[in-house]
């Protein structure tokens, strides 16, 4: 496992970062008993992964808290709470003391005293002139109690796939680490959100790697039509067939290319793999300590994606 310095905080991050959210949730979203969920975190870091994120609302933080509650201190954990109630985008946004009762929550469900990393979740550009006024003095008091080490904020990437609210926030000054959504069919991050994370000294964990788009074919063909849709895709420019065949030239396929395309990215630390399956955490952890994909790949993608803000992958 390779390691980085993850920006201002200075700790010493895997490359590799376990994502405990996405479509498999550690496999619950599938049907994974608790245990096998457990046993998925107990891979990771006897692969050397150091780096969890998890979330109130994945309901993975009591598995997450069960599976390190041996190594607490050898690991960190990133986990989030969203400024509304999950699920209700009408609800009325928690208050800073509201919030700082969510964090409670969060670390009864870890079984831990303190957050290495703790995030607004999912934020959006219209909010965030009320997360700098109300919530972040809130977390700023919870890192002075010792309760929270870093702060961090995550994107909506799913509609914010040009990173509106990332490139609002980051030259703040507020956010330790932000989250990004980076892949190859989208590497729009890398012009309006990387270039101002270096620039700050801003940890970047990367999400949606590969997602429903790079693990599916049915994926892949939704995603690029929905580019072809938004007119940023030539697609007499690939193979009917096979649209991202050249990519297994080097590499040992898709998933395998999309995890290296993020992991050489100049200002992404940490490239999050969500999975339940310890076989693909074994592969996707191999891949991220691969090294960087063939130039010619590298040239094609640029020619076919460099441009395209439109997707996230989903
Ligand atoms: N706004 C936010 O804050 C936000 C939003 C989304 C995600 N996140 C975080 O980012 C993390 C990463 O996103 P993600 O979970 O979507 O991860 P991802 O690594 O981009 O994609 C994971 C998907 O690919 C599949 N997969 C993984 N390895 C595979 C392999 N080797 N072969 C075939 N399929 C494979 C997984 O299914 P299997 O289980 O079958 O492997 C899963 O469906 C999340 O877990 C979460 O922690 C944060």
Not at 57 to 78: F, H, L, P
Not at 98 to 112: A, P, S, V, W
Request: net charge negative.
């Amino acid at each position: 496992m390779h390691y980085k310095t993850l920006g201002r905080t200075g700790l010493s991050v895997s490359v590799a970062g376990l994502g405990c959210g996405g479509h498999s949730r550690l496999g619950q979203a599938y049907g994974n008993t608790v245990e096998q969920s457990i046993a998925v975190v107990h891979a990771a870091l006897d692969l050397g992964i150091n780096w969890i994120d998890t979330a109130a609302a994945y309901g993975t933080e009591k598995i997450v808290g069960e599976a390190v509650k041996d190594r607490r201190d050898r690991i960190m954990i990133s986990t989030k709470t969203a400024i509304l109630p999950w699920g209700q985008p009408s609800a009325k946004p928690y208050s800073g003391v509201e919030i700082l009762e969510q964090l409670e929550k969060n670390l009864g469900r870890l079984g831990t005293d303190y957050i290495d990393l703790y995030n607004v979740h999912g934020l959006v550009h219209e909010q965030l002139p009320y997360v700098n006024a109300e919530i972040v003095p809130a977390l700023i008091k919870a890192r002075e109690q010792g309760k929270i080490r870093f702060l961090g904020v995550t994107e909506h990437f799913g509609s914010d796939t040009n990173h509106k609210m990332l490139s609002a926030a980051v030259p703040t000054n507020a956010w330790d680490v932000v989250m990004v959504g980076f892949n190859l069919l989208n590497p729009s991050a890398r012009r309006n959100v990387l270039r101002l994370t270096q620039a700050h000294n801003v940890g970047v964990q990367d999400m949606f790697a590969v997602r429903r788009a790079l693990s599916n074919a049915d994926g892949l063909k939704e995603a690029l039509d929905q580019i072809e849709k938004a007119g940023q895709l030539d697609r007499s420019k690939l193979d009917t067939a096979d649209p991202l065949g050249f990519l297994n030239e080097g590499t040992d396929g898709i998933v395998d290319a999309a995890y290296r395309f993020c992991r050489h990215e100049p200002g992404i630390d940490i490239v999050l793999t969500g999975t339940g399956n310890i076989d693909h955490l074994k592969e996707n952890v191999n891949s991220i300590n691969r090294g960087p994909l063939p130039s010619k790949s590298l040239a094609r993608l640029e020619e076919l994606f460099g441009q395209v803000d439109s997707v996230s992958g989903n």
